[in-house]
């Protein structure tokens, strides 16, 4: 299986310094059923019973679930796997006659930071049903350390103005680092600039990330950037 998460999210997302107090511990875990479409879930997973481990829990499979194109309202990954899978035969068993590359689904998540305040896993999800291509996505889940709930752009951002204009200032920043001969107007559709709906801390840094298609055409892929904790910490609410 390919990896899915980009590799720059990869590089700067980093786990905080082994020093420091985390209150949960991860392992990653695998789905190991057997489908006939090509499915594979690997994702983190808090060790122990505790409530703040089955909170966590309950919340990184929410999150995944969303992420997901279910025609059906489930709340199990691995009914929605099931799910899945099962759509995959009756279309083979009604178009029959239609020679189709196998259908895949692919989870995975990266435990990107943890601190003592707020943990962030980045949750890469890809279906393929046919077509041209298939659709990847990337979610940014941000959880309280101490409880396990999860941490929404309020829990986080103050002065929320002031720090879109420094995301501004930051994306077209960006843009000139990555090329030159890319300008605003490139991007958001003829649209103002508006934030992300991904938010999520590395150890540098915030980073912003826009899915495919949220801000340019497909052949961008995905368009991220980060500000540097020196500029954007008078904006955070937790450390």
């Known amino acids: 299986m390919k990896r899915i998460i980009p590799f720059f999210i990869l590089t700067l997302f980093l786990i905080a310094c082994d020093s420091e107090i985390k209150p949960a511990?991860?392992?990653?875990?695998?789905?190991?059923?057997?489908?006939?479409?090509?499915i594979s879930a690997v994702y983190s997973k808090a060790i122990g019973n505790s409530d703040l481990s089955k909170t966590i829990n309950t919340n990184v499979e929410k999150a995944i679930i969303e992420t997901l194109n279910t025609p059906e309202k489930k709340s199990d990954l691995n009914a929605v796997l099931e799910a899945f899978n099962n759509e995959y035969l009756t279309f083979k068993n009604e178009f029959s006659e239609v020679t189709e590359p196998i259908w895949e689904l692919h989870i995975e998540t990266e435990l990107s930071y943890q601190s003592e305040s707020v943990i962030t896993l980045a949750i890469s999800t890809y279906e393929f049903k046919g077509g041209a291509h298939g659709n990847d996505?990337?979610?940014?889940?941000?959880?309280?350390?101490?409880?396990?709930?999860?941490?929404?752009?309020?829990?986080?951002?103050?002065?929320?103005?002031?720090?879109?204009?420094?995301?501004?200032?930051?994306?077209?920043?960006?843009?000139?680092?990555?090329?030159?001969?890319?300008?605003?107007?490139?991007?958001?559709?003829?649209?103002?600039?508006?934030?992300?709906?991904?938010?999520?801390?590395?150890?540098?840094?915030?980073?912003?990330?826009?899915?495919?298609?949220?801000?340019?055409?497909?052949?961008?892929?995905?368009?991220?950037?980060?500000?540097?904790?020196?500029?954007?910490?008078?904006?955070?609410?937790?450390d």
Do not use: C, W
């Open 137 to 238: 996505k990337i979610k940014f889940l941000n959880l309280d350390a101490k409880t396990g709930e999860v941490l929404n752009f309020d829990d986080l951002i103050t002065q929320k103005d002031d720090f879109k204009t420094l995301a501004e200032e930051h994306f077209e920043k960006s843009l000139i680092t990555k090329d030159n001969n890319l300008k605003m107007e490139d991007f958001f559709f003829g649209e103002p600039f508006h934030l992300p709906e991904n938010i999520g801390f590395s150890e540098d840094g915030l980073v912003l990330l826009y899915n495919v298609y949220e801000v340019a055409s497909y052949d961008r892929g995905y368009t991220e950037f980060m500000i540097p904790y020196s500029e954007v910490e008078p904006y955070l609410k937790v």
């Open 25 to 38: 511990s991860f392992e990653t875990t695998a789905v190991e059923t057997s489908f006939e479409a090509e």
